[in-house]
T-cell receptor, first 112, second 112 residues
Framework: GQQLNQSPQSMFIQEGEDVSMNCTSS?????WLWYKQDPGEGPVLLIA?????ELTSNGRLTAQFGITRKDSFLNISASIPSDVGIYFCAGQREASGSRLTFGEGTQLTVNP | EAQVTQNPRYLITVTGKKLTVTCSQN?????MSWYRQDPGLGLRQIYY?????VTDKGDVPEGYKVSRKEKRNFPLILESPSPNQTSLYFC???WGRGWKLFFGSGTQLSVL
């Protein structure tokens, strides 16, 4: 079953606001990834994190690998309408080899 | 253009009628995988393949089959579809160990 808890499930924000979402687990992960799914498309990789405490940016997006290795965070600054979509976290555990576990997703709506 | 191509994009079928969803990638990726996406459940892995002739079960393999006879192709087969297999399906591929995934555009399957 699901091993990643992603929150919030949905967000409705105004253009220009900052956004924060997170992913937590009771298990330790070696790798965290964040994907975005535009409406009607497949997910696209945004950021990959490989070390505890790592902070990585991709434009207005910043993601962090939690120090406990059991969580990760994604922030979007100054949101714009094209940020709309579903954001998924994904993690790779030592015991799972090549397999990724995905969170349930955060549906983001940005009002102009 | 580097891409993962799935066909068909939409499919409506009836219970028990065998179907195949094709997936092809042109990036020479070793790793390929199938996921299903259901509301509130995120992406769940069905099957994956580390290389030609090597396939393994993911989290929800029941009712599905796959084959990897060539590196570029990874078809998903439903021998006897049932309504609970109504879902949005994604094929994905990656270099190496399968973490930085490239996704297809999805196949929306409805089983009546």
């Amino acid at each position: 079953g699901q091993q990643l808890n992603q929150s919030p499930q949905s967000m409705f924000i105004q253009e220009g606001e900052d956004v924060s979402m997170n992913c937590t687990s009771s298990s330790i992960f070696n790798t965290w990834l964040w994907y975005k799914q535009d409406p009607g498309e497949g997910p696209v990789l945004l950021i990959a994190l490989y070390k505890a405490g790592e902070l990585t940016s991709n434009g207005r997006l910043t993601a962090q690998f939690g120090i406990t290795r059991k969580d990760s965070f994604l922030n979007i600054s100054a949101s714009i309408p094209s940020d709309v979509g579903i954001y998924f976290c994904a993690g790779q555990r030592e015991a799972s080899g090549s397999r990724l576990t995905f969170g349930e997703g955060t549906q983001l709506t940005v009002n102009p | 253009e580097a891409q993962v191509t799935q066909n068909p994009r939409y499919l409506i079928t009836v219970t028990g009628k065998k179907l195949t969803v094709t997936c092809s990638q042109n990036m020479n990726h070793e790793y390929m995988s199938w996921y299903r996406q259901d509301p509130g459940l995120g992406l769940r892995q069905i099957y994956y393949s580390m290389n030609v002739e090597v396939t393994d079960k993911g989290d929800v393999p029941e009712g599905y089959k796959v084959s990897r006879k060539e590196k570029r192709n990874f078809p998903l087969i439903l021998e006897s579809p049932s309504p609970n297999q109504t879902s949005l399906y994604f094929c994905a591929s990656s270099w190496g160990r399968g973490w930085k995934l490239f996704f297809g555009s999805g196949t929306q399957l409805s089983v009546l």
